[in-house]
């Protein structure tokens, strides 16, 4: 059975940081590319975070730019979001997916950012 598990999420203090963590159990993971997306109530999904298969590239969504980090460990199947400069308006639930000939998609962690 394919999963994607996504931890990490809580509640945190505008200005602070949080890591997501998202455990695939894909064969051949370090086929996949992989990226975090993030939805608030009542706004589309987006994209926020995007590595390819290889860990060789990234790109970023203008809003978070600077502030995250996607990164991969191929040998863990895992991959990972540092949220540094926490923002109020950063808080959703966020996204883990895989992709290469199937999409895959997690099921979410709640990201919250409030005083």
């Known amino acids: 059975q394919v999963q994607l598990v996504e931890s990490g999420g809580g509640l945190v203090q505008p200005g602070g940081s949080l890591r997501l963590s998202c455990a695939a159990s894909?064969?051949?993971?370090?086929?996949?590319?992989m990226s975090w997306h993030r939805q608030a109530p009542g706004k589309e999904r987006e994209l926020i975070a995007y590595?390819?298969?290889?860990?060789?590239?990234?790109n970023y969504a203008d809003s978070v730019k600077g502030r995250f980090t996607i990164s991969r460990d191929n040998a863990k199947n895992t991959v990972y979001l540092q949220m540094n400069s926490l923002k109020p308006e950063d808080t959703a639930r966020y996204y883990c997916?895989?992709?290469?000939?199937?999409?895959?998609w997690g099921q979410g962690t709640q990201v919250t950012v409030s005083s």
């Open positions: 590595i390819t298969s290889t860990g060789d590239s990234t």
């Open positions: 894909l064969f051949r993971f370090g086929r996949y590319a």
């Open positions: 997916k895989a992709d290469y000939i199937v999409t895959y």
